[in-house]
């Protein structure tokens, strides 16, 4: 039985969403439901469901899927409409799921190269997933949209615009100010909230970006050794780009304008240089680096991101200490990031460090979701 509390401002067109988010979440992957789709200042459309799979230890896999739950579908125009969607945010996949029962549908999405879900499964999906306990993105913004951050801005504006940067493409540029976010939120809550409320709960989702990002970012130097991967984070995370001579890029520019203008003998762009490097070597991002960069996180990460995903759209929110052991380090990380105390939200400072330490062997679980496409359509 649908939980009292949830889903209580979805209409049929979202009740299929969720259905369809539920089933995706069941089948492992990660899953947002309206990703905001903008190019500079212009809201363009919305993703009705972005889905993340790590299909094995070095490969992962998105995925958009459109969702049309009306009498009249107008499946042809949606195949043609999320096939350029797909190009636009750069998707493994593109998918469209219609109650459309026309029968040349399905020909045509497989000349396009687009998935389908039709209304054959579609009614399974909807008549097993269709009774959520889980909070829906409606339930969730209309909680939001009178929770201030700061000025004028709520938390239901937070997310939708940190979500938009999703449409493009996860880059360090979106890890790094996922990390704000929830570093931001996790201290207001500290300051404003007795126990855990609705600014913990989207701290938790960011939190969950997050290590997504991270699983992301980090695949394509999973074999690769550990000082490589160490400076591949630190310079995402410091400069928003991995460019492994970008500390030194910035450092022979501060050097040449000290030279030039202040110091000709050198002496002042040396200290520069030997003080940048010190500082280097303390900054707050140092813990979420060594994290990011061991060969076993990547599995972690997915862990810790759904676990977080799914305790930020439980009615009753979750406590810290109830959560998953990769959650609790996730969680964790970002605190030291902010300069958190720990106690508050994991407990003993001595545990709460012990976790992070801890070297979990990665056993490369591999997974490959298999979903109910017609056949005619892959």
Known sequence: MMNEFAQKN??????????????????????????????GKEDITDIDLWVYTRANVHARHV???????????????RIVWVKGLQAAVGADDAVVATTSSVDAVAPFAKRLG???????????????????????????????????IRGAETLKSRWLTSLA?????????????????????YALSIDRERKPGELARAAYFFSALVAIAA?????????????????????????????????KKFTDFAEQLVTEYLDQSGASAARIRSGFERSLENLSINSLVEFFSKPAAGRELVDGAIALEAASFRPDLPQPSELGREARTIIGLILDYAGLPRA?????????DREVKTNVKDGDKSSTLEFPFDKTST
């Open 10 to 39: 979805v209409d049929k067109g979202g009740a299929l969403e969720e259905a369809l988010r539920h089933y995706f979440l069941g089948m492992g992957a990660f899953v947002i439901r309206g990703v905001p789709f903008k190019q």
């Open 63 to 77: 995925s958009i899927v459109d969702i049309k739950n009306k009498k009249r579908a107008k499946a042809f125009e």
């Open 114 to 148: 687009v998935k389908l879900l039709s209304k054959g499964s579609l009614a399974p999906i909807q008549a097993r997933y269709g009774n959520s306990v889980r909070l829906s993105n409606e339930d969730i913004l209309d909680r939001w949209r009178n929770v201030n």
């Open 165 to 185: 940067e999703l449409s493009t493409g996860i880059t360090f540029a979106a890890l790094n100010i996922w990390v704000d976010d929830a570093a931001e939120l």
């Open 215 to 247: 699983d992301f970012l980090g695949k394509g130097e999973v074999f690769s050794e550990h000082e490589v991967r160490r400076s591949f984070f630190k310079n995402g995370l410091l400069f928003g780009r991995p460019d492994p001579d970008a500390s």
């Open 344 to 352: 508050h939200f994991l407990g003993a400072g001595k545990e709460a």
